[in-house]
Each structure stands twice: as structure tokens, then as C-alpha cells.
């Protein structure tokens, strides 16, 4: 073996010891490691000769500038993903939303609409308060003819127990005799 092929195959503890003072994305035993030095120029570092996909990160403030201004000095997407470590259709869509509308920020979705308002699901708890006995089936049924959405039992289920209302049978307790009583005042005392 060659003295390269020997620095390839290194232990986790060694890879720690080479990225310890740069900027780590990925380690672990088996992991392929992507930092960045002070020159900015990214480096892999391979255990055991395995290349493993990386985790997703989303870019800073500060990558995506400079991966635009490496573009914008000329720099193909394919250069720029090489030198930073970041994949090129990363790249590429960065790029491509720069030149659509000069921004490069994140745009932060808020998810999936919820199917009910809040006013249906004070609907929904204030019927549950009143008619404890009523299913989920059945409130799914009563909203849906009074506000026209419709709902699965699921729904229902999660609604009211975001407010505290579970579907709970009451508990049995046996009673206890004279002697019970007894013993358990004299067990706390």
C-alpha cells in the first residue's frame, strides 16, 4: 500500500483530529467529510474509502453571496460547487432565482393550510362540551352540515385534543372497607 492509500483509511478519532479547527458538515465513522479551510477551498476527507451522501444543510447569508459573486466573476456553476463543496444544481437554482428576481433569501413556507378556522374549532369543542356522548363521527357529521367543511374523525380527534378533550372512560374504583381506611391512615401517619 502506498502512503496515500494508508492516509485514506483512517479511524473517526483521526478524522476528528484533522477537521478539528475548520468548519465540519459531516463526520462520523464511515462519513465523508466536507470542510471548508481558511482559503475558503473545500476538502474531503474519506473514512475507510467510503463516499456517503451528506446531510442537507440550508446555505447562510454569507455562502449564498459568495457563491453569487463567484458566479458573477465568471465562474461556471461547476467550479463554484467544487471550490465551496456544495452540490451544483444547489448552485444552479441559487443562480437562477438571483437572476429571476436579485434575491438569493430563503422563503419560508408555513406548511399546509389547516381544513378548519379557528372559529370551527371552537364549534367543535363547545359541541363536544355540551354532548359528551357524541362521537367524532357524529361532530364531523354536525359540522359539516352546519358550516359545509368537511372533516374525518381524525380531525376531529386531534382539534379537541389540542385543547384537552380526550376520549376517556371514568375510572372504577373498588371501594374501600372500614379496615382499608384504616390501615392506610395508620400507613401515613
Known amino acids: 500500500m502506498s502512503e496515500d492509500q494508508v492516509n485514506a483509511i483512517k479511524t473517526p478519532a483521526a478524522c476528528m483530529k484533522t477537521v478539528s479547527e475548520d468548519r465540519v458538515q459531516l463526520c462520523g465513522h464511515n462519513k465523508n467529510i466536507s470542510f471548508l479551510n481558511e482559503d475558503g477551498v473545500s476538502k474531503q476527507d474519506k473514512c475507510n474509502n467510503r463516499i456517503v451522501m451528506a446531510q442537507r444543510m440550508h446555505l447562510d447569508d454569507f455562502l449564498r453571496g459568495r457563491n453569487i459573486g463567484r458566479l458573477e466573476c465568471e465562474c461556471t456553476q461547476l467550479e463554484v460547487s467544487e471550490e465551496l463543496g456544495i452540490a451544483q444544481n444547489v448552485i444552479s437554482r ?29 364549534y367543535l369543542a363547545v359541541t363536544a362540551k355540551r354532548n359528551r356522548r357524541s362521537t367524532a363521527s357524529d361532530m364531523s357529521r354536525q359540522l359539516s352540515s352546519a358550516t359545509g367543511t368537511t372533516v374525518s374523525r381524525q380531525t376531529v380527534y386531534r382539534r379537541l385534543g389540542h385543547i384537552g378533550l380526550y376520549a376517556r372512560r371514568p375510572v372504577r374504583c373498588v371501594p374501600l372497607t372500614a379496615t382499608h381506611c384504616r390501615l392506610r391512615l395508620t400507613w401515613s401517619k
Open 94 to 122: 441559487l443562480w437562477q432565482r438571483f437572476q429571476d428576481d436579485g434575491n438569493v433569501n430563503r422563503c419560508y413556507s408555513t406548511g399546509r393550510l389547516r381544513v378548519t378556522t379557528p372559529n370551527e374549532d371552537r
